[in-house]
């Protein structure tokens, strides 16, 4: 008896693994079924919507254009006549008009049921780079973006000393930069006038020559606090009656501040230093 209870034991053991394995099988079967149900079914709807004519791109909008114009963006954007809305691929676009120098960022948006949006992001170009023969715009990152050509009309501070082998700008290139868009933003700065060329020496520091005829020597760092010392002295020498001329102040010292006076710099022989105080 205790045999017989034993063998139909093990039978009823097997027979519950075969129905939970059969239970099992059936269960995933359905699933996979139902999953190639829904695919097919979401890529006939998606054939379906492609295919209509309610989804055809009857409007394409450009915006935050500066510099480029519409066309610009179009002529490189790809986008075929009469495209559908749903089959546009918004990375190939993306990617074909950011290959322009001008582009910075781009997002491409879709309005239902038949208005592209592109919405450009340009970069702005803060200062010209000298690099051998040529100038180059260069934008508030340090990125050097485009050549300048004959037609191109700018007016911007020139940048000197600066290598465009480097793949990593220097921190005193950055706080240049940074400078440079503090003051032009800022009518604090009305003082200095137009800032007309920069020269970055990352041993010396920045020196800095603007339209009212101050050649400054900034050194390496705190260049702000220095310009707001700058505004002090420029006062102290109204005061004195010596402000008027050509002045080359060197801030570059925290502890003192040496000012070079000259009425006519172009007359002046090599070498020749003019007066000097310190103040």
């Known amino acids: 008896m205790l045999r017989k209870s034993g063998l139909k034991t093990k039978k009823n053991r097997i027979r519950r693994r075969f129905s939970n394995i059969s239970g099992d099988f059936f269960t995933a079967t359905g699933l996979l079924l139902a999953a190639v149900f829904l695919s097919s079914l979401f890529i006939y709807a998606y054939n379906f919507l492609i295919s209509r004519p309610y ?38 676009v993306i990617r074909r008009v950011s290959a322009n120098q001008w ?18 992001k340009e970069r702005t170009p803060l200062a010209l780079v000298k690099q051998d023969n040529d100038f180059c715009l260069m934008d ?24 465009e082998k ?33 020269h970055v020496d990352n041993v010396f520091g920045l020196s800095l020559i603007s339209s009212t005829g101050l050649y400054l020597k900034l ?41 070079q006076h000259k009425n006519v710099p172009d007359r002046k022989e090599p070498g020749s230093k003019g007066k000097q105080y310190l103040i």
């Open 140 to 163: 508030a990152e340090g990125f050097m973006f485009k050549k300048l050509g004959k037609s191109d009309e700018v007016d911007l501070p020139i940048i000197t000393g600066v290598d």
């Open 55 to 92: 989804f055809q791109i009857k409007e394409i909008s450009v915006r935050g254009l500066r510099e480029l114009t519409e066309k610009d963006v179009l002529a490189t954007a790809g986008i075929k006549p009469a495209q559908n809305l749903l089959a546009i691929n918004t990375d190939a």
């Open 103 to 120: 582009v910075e960022s781009i997002y491409v948006g879709r309005e239902l049921p038949n208005k592209l949006v592109l919405e450009v």
């Open 219 to 259: 050194g390496t760092a705190d260049f702000e606090n220095k310009l707001k010392q700058l505004k002090l002295v420029l006062a102290d020498l109204e005061n004195r009656g010596m402000k008027n001329g050509y002045l080359c102040i060197d801030l570059s010292d925290d502890a003192k501040v040496t000012v």
């Open 166 to 198: 480097e793949e990593i700008k220097s921190q005193l290139l950055l706080c240049t930069l940074n400078l440079l868009k503090n003051v032009s933003k800022s009518s604090q700065y009305a003082y200095l006038g137009t800032v007309s060329e920069v």
